[in-house]
Nanobody, 115 residues
């Protein structure tokens, strides 16, 4: 079963940028649905951005135009480029892959946007 490890989180000022990485332990070439979710304190885990079947991308309305999801199948890695960060983007960001054996989640990386 694939394992996912997120990295790249941290503390950033409003308006700043971060790039998150999700490294998979096996090939992601055949995994169509793979993306990012986030969970703020006291809130549910919500979709941020994901690849869907057919190679399309889906974004939450709150991040459209600011965040970009990408993938490098040769490196078994999915990225989330986050620009123009806002305090409300503060959350733990999780990577998820929908595999043949079911959904697999990483352990998350903390993103804090604060001055």
């Amino acid at each position: 079963q694939v394992r996912l490890v997120e990295s790249g989180g941290g503390l950033v000022q409003p308006g700043g940028t971060l790039r998150l990485s999700c490294a998979a332990s096996t090939s992601i070439f055949s995994i169509n649905n793979m993306g990012w979710y986030r969970q703020a304190p006291g809130k549910e885990r919500d979709l941020v951005a994901t690849f869907t079947r057919g190679g399309s991308t889906l974004y939450a309305d709150s991040v459209k135009g600011r965040f970009t999801i990408s993938r490098d199948n040769a490196k078994n890695t999915v990225y989330l480029q986050m620009n123009s960060l806002k305090p409300e983007d503060t959350a733990v960001y999780y990577c998820k892959a929908d595999t043949r054996l079911g959904p697999v989640w990483g352990r998350g990386t903390q993103v804090t946007v604060s001055s």
